[in-house]
């Protein structure tokens, strides 16, 4: 049977051809592929002559193209299309991943070639690019086990098998928790304050599962606003109570044990590796460097922000008393009153603003946004193969005309989609002896569906996560760079949410959003007076805001960061741990580690918090174009060697180059309203 993974993609760009694969293709793809894959790795291990950056580094760098490619293919669909049977596979192939991936960073004979050239690096004329190249791969093998010894690494094995299949069942578990619930709603009455999308929605909602009435549920696009507006406080609490009790249920979603796994395993991971602990072993590689680094950090914002949280919950609490005598605020309360203040304080509401954001209007406005500061353009297409017909694409062009990249987007919800919003790729960038392969990059979302009768119209924090997501895919579609583990976002991950973050703040500047806020009924441009509204209110809250982010972070590092193996009451660990961060009265029988897919799942463990981190950068980063122009082109293209130069260059020596000296929080102290 051919299998069209192994095959050469006969297709515009080599793009993925989804339409022929099928999933009974995936796992003898991925077993031929691996086998592939350790002969190349064989190859250079048996090589004659003496290592070179070129017949040792650069090889390895070219080895494993097919697995990689396939590993793309197979790991974004399980986020954005899965099933019963892609999650099964996952299940089977993660192992074999993982244990080819050890095979490699403890081959001995490989890593000596690798010291070989390391300690010889002077006499090889290496650009600066392959000098960090040489170096990754070095400190790659050396932090993860190549000094260690037979029985040790045969643990480290072990432990990342294991992890691998952890971290999957932890993702699955948190997936069938949020599809599985429903709450079904027959008396009209129930839907006071619901805005008409919401509504309709809902609507539609029950009717594609055959339920009369309207159905509420804990994906996104409904969730968040039945919290915001619906004045059943009971139902409201209801649905909290649902949301917390994700995978913390006594069934066989429960992800209790693979919290304390997980955490234990890389504890014990780290501690045979020689670091003190998870944290320690994650930060060497990232701009923070040390878990203390880290903690001050997170506490010195903390001490700063909590304060104006404390005042901004007491402000709420007393409207609320006000408003409908509600005695204690609770956590069900607060999105539905901070809403309600938000209007009265501001005369701004998320429905007077979603006509403004049409869904196509915001993402040809990304578009815009991005010619305006780097001439690239985006041309749609119906010639690219997709994985699904919500999924549109385009081909995305320099000032030139030059090919840059695919773009996939890929913006409603649906049962084989994981909640939440993403920026990925099918494919990396890289350019090695003349072939010039260009990225392929998609951004997820889960935004409200289109009605017959109205448009996808997205809240204002909807625009905020497109442009976030598109300020990633930036990151991902214009690499100049040579080597495709240097390329796009492979970068450290406190410095990776710069350019997201960064493009986000378009989102508040008149010159940006009259390029494409505009009425989807009338065509009207926002109005001046909403503009003002929206960059009045954008520090509303933020106390709130930040304490919340800082009390993740916080877990993140409680997890990671402690020289501990057990626990043993997993609730009164995070109690514990949030009590420094605690604005509202406890939820009994709630808990959020075992749904925090970004440190159990994603690629966060020790670096939750990085998003603020980056907001430091991206604050700063941004008062440098205010300062010139938002669109100013000397700006923009600083900015633009910055988002080029991917992980070729240390962090912290690009952001200089860019701005001119180190960043401070003053900026974004000052764009918070906490100073």
């Known amino acids: 049977m051919n299998n069209p993974l192994l095959e050469k993609f006969d297709t ?36 004659p002559e003496s290592p070179t950056f070129s017949n040792t580094i650069e090889a390895m760098e070219l080895s494993g193209e097919k697995l990689g490619r396939i590993s793309s293919i197979f790991f974004n669909l399980n986020s954005a299309e899965t099933n019963d049977e892609i999650q099964q596979i996952a299940q089977e192939v993660s192992p074999l991943l993982s244990e080819f991936g050890n095979d490699v960073r403890l081959n001995q004979d490989l890593f000596e070639r690798i010291k070989t050239v390391y300690n010889q690096k002077d006499a090889f004329d290496l650009t600066e690019e392959q000098t960090y190249l040489l170096e990754k791969k070095y400190k790659g093998f050396s932090r993860n086990g190549a000094n260690l010894n037979e029985e040790d690494k045969n643990k480290l094995r072990e432990i990342d098998k294991q992890l691998a299949m952890l971290s999957l069942q932890f993702g699955q578990n948190v997936l069938a928790e949020t599809n599985a619930y429903e709450l079904i709603i027959t008396n009209e009455n129930d839907l006071k304050g619901l805005p008409q999308y919401a509504i309709d929605q809902a609507k539609a909602d029950a009717e594609q599962k055959n339920h009369e009435g309207w159905l509420i549920t804990l994906q996104a696009p409904s969730y968040i606003p039945f919290m915001q507006y619906a004045d059943n406080r009971e139902l409201r609490e209801k649905l909290f109570r649902a949301n917390g009790v994700k995978a913390y249920q006594d069934n066989e979603y429960n992800n209790e044990e693979n919290v304390k796994n997980i955490v234990k395993l890389r504890h014990e991971r780290a501690k045979i590796l020689g670091y003190k602990t998870h944290a320690d072993y994650v930060l060497e590689e990232r701009m923070a460097k040390t878990p203390v680094t880290v903690l001050d950090f997170l506490h010195d914002l903390l001490t700063k922000a909590k304060p104006f949280a404390e005042k901004e919950i007491k402000e709420l609490a007393d409207f609320a008393k006000i408003t409908d005598r509600i005695e204690i605020l609770q956590r069900w309360d607060h999105a539905y009153y901070a809403e309600k203040l938000k209007q009265k304080k501001f005369s701004l509401s998320d ?34 193969d997709k994985y699904n017909d919500d999924v549109t694409t385009y081909e995305v062009l320099d000032q030139d005309n030059n090919f840059l990249s695919l773009l996939y987007t890929d913006f409603f919800p649906r049962a084989g989609k994981r909640p939440g919003a993403w920026m990925t790729s099918f494919r990396e960038a890289s350019n090695v002896n003349g072939h010039n392969k260009r990225p392929q990059v998609s951004i997820v979302c889960n935004f409200t569906k289109p009605t017959k009768d109205t448009p996808s119209l997205l809240t204002f ?42 493009y986000e703040n378009f989102c508040y500047e008149p010159e940006a959003l009259k390029l494409f806020a505009k009425h989807y009924q009338t065509g009207k441009i926002i109005p001046q007076e909403l503009i003002e509204k929206v960059r009045a ?34 609730q009164a660990f995070e109690k514990e741990t949030f009590k420094q961060t605690e604005l509202y009265p406890e939820v009994d029988k709630t808990m959020m580690s075992t749904s925090f897919s970004h440190i159990f799942q994603g690629g966060y463990s020790s670096g939750y918090y990085s998003y603020k981190w980056a907001e430091v950068l ?58």
């Open 12 to 47: 515009p760009f080599e793009s993925a051809p989804f339409s022929k694969i099928k999933n009974e293709n995936y796992k003898p793809a991925f077993i031929k592929a691996i086998e592939e894959a350790k002969a190349e790795i064989e190859a250079i291990t048996q090589n």
């Open 351 to 384: 429905e007077e603003l979603k006509p403004y954001f049409q869904l196509d209007n915001v993402v040809q406005g990304a578009f815009v946004v991005a010619t305006k500061l780097y001439g690239i353009t985006f041309k749609e297409t119906d010639y690219i």
């Open 461 to 502: 924090q909807e625009v905020t996560t497109l442009f976030h997501e598109f300020g990633h895919a930036l990151h991902g579609m214009l690499p100049n760079t040579t080597y495709e583990s240097l390329s796009g976002t492979n970068v450290y991950w406190d410095f990776v949410e710069l350019p997201s973050q960064f």
């Open 537 to 570: 209110s954008s520090s509303f809250m933020e106390g709130y805001q930040t304490v919340r982010q800082l009390s993740f972070g916080l877990l993140d590092m409680a997890y990671h960061g402690n020289d501990l193996i057990e626990i043993e009451d997993l």
């Open 618 to 675: 991206d604050a700063d980063a941004f008062s440098f174009f205010q300062e010139t122009g938002i669109f100013n082109k000397d700006t923009a293209n600083k900015f633009y060697k910055l988002l080029a130069s991917g992980g070729t260059i240390e962090p912290m020596k690009l952001y200089e180059e860019f701005r001119g000296h180190q960043p401070t929080s003053a900026a974004l102290l000052k764009r918070a309203g906490l100073v």
